[in-house]
């Protein structure tokens, strides 16, 4: 048995060291020394130019590709640079486009298609490549705006859309006591029926649904909150206090110890009062009475944070007490005490129906018909919290919506999608609409 070990051994270091022999290469030829025969490419990059330095350009040795999976910024100059490159090998023989000879420091036009060949030290190999710089095409604050799907339910033009366990639920209020309501599992494709709700009767103002502690709460039209834990069993709460106008969650911070549902009711002497509702143990509290030209119906509403983390609600638009169209905005930090806003008459013709929604750090304000039920199509911005207005950049205006929208509800999803579910533009609009600013799709570098 020992013999035998013996001479496998001894075969095996037999064959390890004729093995160099065998393949025609020299033992004591490493890679530096084959490098000499080598025409390739080491490193390509535009390293003298520090705001497209540290884009990474891929070199591809088997398919003679050079180009950067990251594109270089909307509108970058790259009709007039050098590149730094670095061969395995070269005789300084370098053409470009064939024809050209090439240089260290030579400026060149990469706007244009562009091959550039190389021949290694010894002059017996040749490799060319294919060199493609990416730009991006797009500015990277224009907006995307497309159409996602026409399968949105035509119930009615006013919906409530909520991300409910990660998928899609919409909600409409059509007729007299009843909610409907539909679950999208394709991230709004399609759509399909719940089962009925039950516990509702009341005619149900639907953009009043919010959520808060756990629980979602509805207004009926008579003043009733209803709450539900599932969305789908509704029961009235336990509080008789009439509720007009149901605005939404504040979230306790600054000025409130906790989170407080906000809205306007009715006292006992007929007032309509700004009001804050902590949970049926503890009721309404109660503030100032309403002015005449706050929004009560039809406004458009958004809640956000101040830059110092405090959090606040802002309306636009709607028809105000005296029933007239409101052309101002309002903002509470308290849900008690409402400031209007804008310290002179803003640029937005007063509408109904628009929809308020926080963006990239700006407020956004969009649709809604005006005094002679037209349909307005312009996006508005506001960076202060609504105190003045302006119509957004051109890049930024959803021109793909070409009629404009009303009473359409508008969701954000992680400050990077805009997603526009129904509304109606003379008809009942069965579209869903998805949107994004370009940059919110592509890391900064």
Not at 424 to 432: A, H, L, Y
Request: hydrophobic fraction near 35%.
């Amino acid at each position: 048995m020992d013999k035998i070990i013996y001479s496998i051994k001894k075969k095996v270091r037999l064959l390890v060291l004729l093995s160099p022999l065998l393949l025609g290469i020299p033992s004591c030829h490493n890679f530096e020394d084959q490098s000499l025969s080598l025409a390739n490419i080491q490193h390509f990059g535009f390293d003298s130019f520090p705001e497209i330095a540290n884009y990474t350009f891929y070199v591809d040795n088997f398919a003679g590709l050079i180009y950067n999976p990251d594109s270089l910024p909307y509108q970058t100059r790259i009709d007039s640079l050098f590149p730094s490159i670095i061969f395995f090998s070269s005789n300084g023989n370098i053409l470009i486009n064939d024809t050209l000879p090439w240089k260290v420091g030579d400026i060149l036009d990469f706007s244009q298609p562009m091959s550039l060949s190389n021949y290694s030290e010894d002059g017996e190999h040749q490799k060319k490549y294919q060199i493609r710089v990416n730009v991006h095409q797009l500015s990277p604050d224009s907006m995307v705006m497309n159409a996602l799907s026409s399968n949105f339910p035509g119930i009615a033009a006013r919906n409530k859309t909520l991300i409910h366990h990660g998928l899609f639920k919409t909600f409409f209020a059509p007729d007299s006591g009843s909610v409907i309501s539909y679950t999208s599992t394709d991230h709004g494709l399609n759509w399909t029926a719940d089962a009925p709700v039950s516990g509702l009767n009341d005619t149900i103002l639907i953009q009043s649904l919010t959520e808060f502690k756990e629980k979602y709460y509805l207004l009926g039209k008579q003043g009733s909150i209803y709450n539900s834990t599932d969305l789908n069993q509704w029961s009235g709460s336990a509080d008789s206090t009439k509720v007009k106008t149901l605005f939404g969650k504040l979230e306790g911070r600054k000025f409130l110890s906790e989170d407080v549902l906000t809205g306007i009711i009715l006292d006992n002497k007929g007032d309509l009062r700004f009001a804050r509702f902590k949970g049926d143990s503890a009721g309404w509290e109660s503030g100032q009475i309403i002015p005449e030209d706050f929004p009560v119906a039809d406004y458009a509403i958004t809640n956000y944070k101040t830059v110092t983390d405090v959090p606040y609600i802002s309306l636009l638009g709607g028809i105000n007490a005296r029933g007239e169209l409101n052309g101002d905005s309002w903002s509470t930090m308290d849900g008690l005490y409402w400031v209007k806003v804008n310290n002179k008459p803003l640029i937005i013709e007063p509408r109904k129906g628009a929809s308020l929604f926080h963006y990239d750090d700006k407020m956004f304000y969009y649709g809604g018909l005006n005094s002679l039920g037209r349909h307005d199509s312009s996006l508005y911005i506001s960076g202060n919290h609504g105190m003045s207005w302006s119509a957004a950049d051109t890049v930024l205006q959803f021109f793909d919506i070409k009629e404009g929208l009303a009473y359409q509800h508008i969701l954000v999803e992680e400050d990077k999608y805009i997603w526009i579910f129904g509304g109606e533009s003379g008809d009942i609009s069965n579209k869903v609409w998805k949107g994004n600013i370009h940059r919110k799709l592509f890391p900064e570098k």
